[in-house]
């Protein structure tokens, strides 16, 4: 019959406190994936940045399939749209208005796990009567269809007029 030895005193404390720092690592790499503020959020020449390559992003300025959504209909003043979609944000989860403009709107989204932030912007184009909006995760590769969802659920909360372009 074979016999178990017992871990030592010190051999069952150096293993926890192993256990310990790996946690403590673990977490502070977990928030560490927020990432930090894009560089490119705004209006740049009046228009919103452009995707990168990656499938983490939706804009209704894209003209690939991957990254493409229909903009929205501003069928109302540059305020009252505004209002309706800030109205529609506040109801969201984990939102958080970070910048408005007249004619714009910088949101930040928290997933409720990891904390990963999402940026999704609005453009008001009052020349074209077009909302422009993008939707991008700041860390990762794939979102799963995330923000694509987002938008969409927003544009579900919006009056009738507002949900697609002409």
Do not use: Q
Not at 22 to 30: G, K, P, Q, S
Not at 34 to 40: A, D, E, I, L
Not at 60 to 66: G, I, K
Not at 120 to 144: C, N, Q, W
């Amino acid at each position: 019959m074979a016999t178990t030895v017992e871990p030592s005193w010190r051999h069952r404390i150096a293993l926890r406190l192993g256990r310990a720092v790996l946690i403590v690592f673990a977490v502070l790499a977990l928030l560490s994936m927020t990432g930090s503020v894009p560089n490119n959020l705004g209006l740049t020449g009046g228009k919103l940045a452009p995707c990168p390559d990656s499938p983490n992003c939706v804009s209704s300025a894209a003209t690939d399939l991957r990254h493409a959504i229909a903009p929205f209909v501003l069928d109302r003043s540059l305020g009252a749209a505004k209002e309706e979609f800030k109205r529609a944000i506040a109801t969201l989860p984990r939102a958080k208005l970070i910048s408005e403009t007249d004619n714009y709107l910088h949101v930040e989204f928290r997933s409720l796990l990891f904390r990963f932030v999402d940026d999704v912007e609005f453009h008001l184009d009052g020349a074209t009567k077009t909302i422009h909006v993008r939707s991008a995760s700041r860390v990762g590769h794939s979102d799963l269809g995330v923000n694509r969802r987002r938008i969409e659920f927003i544009r579900a909360l919006l009056p009738e007029t507002m949900r697609r372009a002409r």
